[in-house]
């Protein structure tokens, strides 16, 4: 079990600009969720899926934003238009539905997202 | 909504000392899942401990330890011996129908 992966780590791009950002769970979990961290802050919840399912929306997440997991196990966020303001680390986490670590969520290492 | 309240921003400890951070939290729910995790310096984000609010024994993990007092929906951590290595963001979080609710976080530096 290697744990939650995303890629990339860091994205840099222009005011504008498209970017998608890919999050690999633990294979055995079908929940994932996406935070949108900024400096200094707590994370803040964007979306959740259970399997492929998308069961809830923030309203942080503008109609910019849209989230997808087709197949149920990795999911890709991406942000239309950026703005500065979406500067942020975005963070993805996996949790089981049942078993031991039931409501427990596994965090990746971040994507770090610079708009100039 | 639920809000989590971390009023300390910065704290500061004494290596082989003990610390708590404060934690307090808003909800209506009758039972839900607290927990503390630990960000690092440019490192991910780990569970240091959960608590489950149906149960009235105090979470502990090694030198970690929560006192929860529900009623006053308070939910502090409690490192003992802190080590080099407790260095980080610590940051309380309530869950609310299958998401988290974070606090502001509180940074933990350890003085050797």
Known sequence: DTGVSQDPRHKITKRGQNVTFRCDPISEHNRLYWYRQTLGQGPEFLTYFQNEAQ?????????????????????????QRT????????LCASSPAAGRFLNEQFFGPGTRLTVL | AQTVTQSQPEMSVQEAETVTLSCTYDTSESDYYLFW???????????????????????????FSVNFQKAAKSFSLKISDSQLGDAAMYFCASEYG???VFGAGTILRVKS
């Not at chain 1, 703005?83 to 975005?90: F, I, L, N, R, V």
């Not at chain 2, 690092?40 to 024994?57: D, G």
């Open chain 1, 55 to 79: 069961l809830e929306k923030s309203r942080l997440l503008s109609d910019r934003f849209s989230a997808e997991r087709p197949k149920g196990s990795f999911s890709t966020l991406e942000i």
């Open chain 1, 83 to 90: 703005e500065q303001g979406d500067s942020a680390m975005y």
């Open chain 2, 37 to 63: 995790y630990k960000q690092p310096p440019s490192r991910q984000m780990i569970l240091v401990i959960r608590q489950e609010a149906y149960k009235q024994q105090n979470a502990t993990e090694n030198r």
């Open chain 2, 98 to 100: 299958n998401k988290l």
